[in-house]
Structure formats: structure tokens, C-alpha cells
T-cell receptor, first 114, second 114 residues
Framework: AQSVSQHNHHVILSEAASLELGCNYSYGGTVNLFWYVQYPGQHLQLLLKYFSGDPLVKGIKGFEAEFIKSKFSFNLRKPSVQWSDTAEYFCAVTPYSSASKIIFGSGTRLSIRP | GAVVSQHPSWVICKSGTSVKIECRSLDFQATTMFWYRQFPKQSLMLMATSNEGSKATYEQGVEKDKFLINHASLTLSTLTVTSAHPEDSSFYIC??????????FGQGTRLTVV
């Protein structure tokens, strides 16, 4: 069965710092990969997704992620964070054959100091 | 993106009663809907997958007699928590898809059982 690991449970950064959140998945076949964000008190929003093609994916709000197949990784990055990026971030994976059955990682809480 | 609406957004019920949560796809026909449960400060756990007109497929450890799922039409799925107890208090989230390439999430329903 596929699984997703997010190694950082809570990350605290100052504004303008660079961000990288780790995500590794476990699955033997072709996968689709996602990053979702959940702002305090709000529902899940899709940040970016990778289905195929260029492994460097750009999403909304200046976020990007790189799919490295050999490392089974899909790390999320942002060069300069803002206070408004404070949220919970979830990495997720689906098998290619069932792209909508999403399995989530445990989440990383990002706190930005103003 | 497509819109998925859940109702109610929050509900408080007495222990032993049943609660029904609706998930509607507003601008597309959802052949498949998924139900998730999210505990405070934790990730989303997939509970079940429902396909229109057929019985739901439950994930391991999820009691199908306690969490009744009905997907009677292409725009509506319902989750009924039967004989609710305080430990059922949680945040329930649905997602829906029509193409099996991307799922769209509802805003979630916060259930509190007292």
C-alpha cells in the first residue's frame, strides 16, 4: 500500500526566510503527487500537483515542488515566506490508475514569525 | 476549479443520536466521492470511497455499520454517523471527482457529540 512521509511536524521560520518541506512516498508504480494547504479555520486548497512532464512544478502563491523519482521525493519550496503562509501543509499521493483516491501525509505545521 | 459543498458546516448532537452529512458537487457530476476524517492537528484519514449507484468501499478499520454512506445520485453523497458517541467528534471532509484525474474538496463538517 502506498504511504506518504512528511518528516517535519512543525517548522518555524522568520519572514523572508526560504522554505523547504520534505515529502517522501512509498509506491511501486506511477503516481500523481500533490501539495495541499489548510489555513487556520479553512478547508483544504490545492497548492500544486504533478501528473507528468517537467518534474519542477510551480503552484500558486510562489510555491514550487520538485519530483525526484529516484528518491521518491516531492519536496515543497518557497524562496521567501510571508506571515500569511502560516498554515498546515499536506503532501499527498495517488496511484496513477486512481488519481482521485488521495492518500495524505501527516502534515507539516508552518509558523511564520512576523 | 469545481465546487464541492458540504452541509452542515458544523453540528452538535447528543450521544446516541444519528447525524447525516451531505456532500454535493455543484457544477459537475461526481462519479466518485471520498470521505475523510481529520482529528485535531492530524492528517486526513480516508474512510471510504463511494461510487454512484453502488456500495461504498471502506478502508480497513472503518466500521461500515457506524458510518453509513449513500451515493444515490451523481451530485450527492451522504455520510450518516449512527449512534454517535463523543469519540466520533471530528472534522469530516468529502472530496469528489468526475474524471478520476483530480478531486475537489468540500469545506468540511465539524461534528461534536456531547
Amino acid at each position: 500500500a502506498q504511504s506518504v512521509s512528511q518528516h517535519n511536524h512543525h517548522v518555524i521560520l522568520s519572514e523572508a526566510a526560504s522554505l523547504e518541506l520534505g515529502c517522501n512516498y512509498s509506491y511501486g508504480g506511477t503516481v500523481n503527487l500533490f501539495w495541499y494547504v489548510q489555513y487556520p479555520g479553512q478547508h483544504l486548497q490545492l497548492l500544486l500537483k504533478y501528473f507528468s512532464g517537467d518534474p519542477l512544478v510551480k503552484g500558486i502563491k510562489g510555491f514550487e515542488a520538485e519530483f525526484i523519482k529516484s528518491k521518491f521525493s516531492f519536496n515543497l519550496r518557497k524562496p521567501s515566506v510571508q506571515w500569511s503562509d502560516t498554515a498546515e501543509y499536506f503532501c499527498a499521493v495517488t496511484p496513477y490508475s486512481s488519481a482521485s483516491k488521495i492518500i495524505f501525509g501527516s502534515g507539516t505545521r508552518l509558523s511564520i514569525r512576523p | 476549479g469545481a465546487v464541492v459543498s458540504q452541509h452542515p458546516s458544523w453540528v452538535i448532537c447528543k450521544s446516541g443520536t444519528s447525524v447525516k452529512i451531505e456532500c454535493r458537487s455543484l457544477d459537475f457530476q461526481a462519479t466518485t466521492m471520498f470521505w475523510y476524517r481529520q482529528f485535531p492537528k492530524q492528517s486526513l484519514m480516508l474512510m471510504a470511497t463511494s461510487n454512484e449507484g453502488s456500495k461504498a468501499t471502506y478502508e480497513q478499520g472503518v466500521e461500515k455499520d457506524k458510518f453509513l454512506i449513500n451515493h444515490a445520485s451523481l451530485t450527492l453523497s451522504t455520510l450518516t454517523v449512527t449512534s454517535a458517541h463523543p469519540e466520533d467528534s471530528s472534522f469530516y471532509i468529502c472530496s469528489a471527482t468526475d474524471t478520476n484525474t483530480e478531486a475537489f474538496f468540500g469545506q468540511g463538517t465539524r461534528l461534536t457529540v456531547v
